[in-house]
T-cell receptor, first 110, second 116 residues
Framework: QKEVEQNSGPLSVPEGAIASLNCTYS??????FFWYRQYSGKSPELIMS????GDKEDGRFTAQLNKASQYVSLLIRDSQPSDSATYLC??????????FGKGNQVVVIP | EAGVAQSPRYKIIEKRQSVAFWCNPI?????LYWYQQILGQGPKLLIQ????????DSQLPKDRFSAERLKGVDSTLKIQPAKLEDSAVYLC??????????????FGPGTRLTVL
């Protein structure tokens, strides 16, 4: 079982719609969770961090964490063409190592 | 505030050759990381330094990869000899905090390595 799984294929959403991304993780003692955005040919950029169960909102982004289900999600509201990128889920496990999923590509269609 | 600097940005070598990458972290950041990102995958940690000491190198292929962080600032990552499967982007990141707890890792622009 992979440490962090992001299984959805490329996600195409119309401009103004909500993009929803999901991530599951295997290490039950994980305490810190992150979403990074990576534009093509660029390095990852942190957009959200979450440490407690529930929702955390920052502008058009909302991260959701459910430790019992070992599940993290990211919602992007009012999607813009500039949101077109790959979104990486990252989890800090009990070994204090940040493990990344393979990423989900989001394409916002004007 | 200046970000994480890396050089070179691109490197093309033939298999069995050697290559070295350089990283300068954000000023004051004690922790430095080297990641390997293969096309279509997320970054994979190769080695983590806390100041000039190694915290985690469990995923570093030590038969061919080496890294050092002399004086606890700049770091170099070396591959000798390179294999075709080493073609990837090598990302350097730094953070204020050490192990454990909540912190943010800031990534440099990366070095894209192509091994022919």
């Amino acid at each position: 079982q992979k440490e962090v799984e992001q299984n959805s294929g490329p996600l195409s959403v119309p401009e103004g719609a909500i993009a929803s991304l999901n991530c599951t993780y295997s290490d039950r003692v994980s305490q810190s969770f992150f979403w990074y955005r990576q534009y093509s040919g660029k390095s990852p950029e942190l957009i959200m961090s979450i440490y407690s169960n529930g929702d955390k909102e920052d502008g058009r982004f909302t991260a959701q964490l459910n430790k019992a289900s070992q599940y993290v999600s990211l919602l992007i509201r009012d999607s813009q063409p500039s949101d077109s990128a790959t979104y990486l889920c990252a989890v800090m496990g009990g070994n204090n190592r940040l493990a990344f999923g393979k990423g989900n590509q989001v394409v916002v269609i004007p | 505030e200046a970000g994480v600097a890396q050089s070179p940005r691109y490197k093309i070598i033939e298999k069995r050759q050697s290559v070295a990458f350089w990283c300068n972290p954000i000023s004051g950041h004690a922790t430095l990381y080297w990641y390997q990102q293969i096309l279509g995958q997320g970054p994979k940690l190769l080695i983590q330094f806390q100041n000039n000491g190694v915290v985690d190198d469990s995923q570093l292929p030590k038969d061919r990869f080496s890294a050092e962080r002399l004086k606890g600032v700049d770091s170099t990552l070396k591959i000798q000899p390179a294999k075709l499967e080493d073609s990837a982007v090598y990302l350097c990141a730094s953070s204020l905090a050490g192990t454990g707890g909540a912190y943010t890792q800031y990534f440099g622009p990366g070095t894209r390595l192509t091994v022919l």
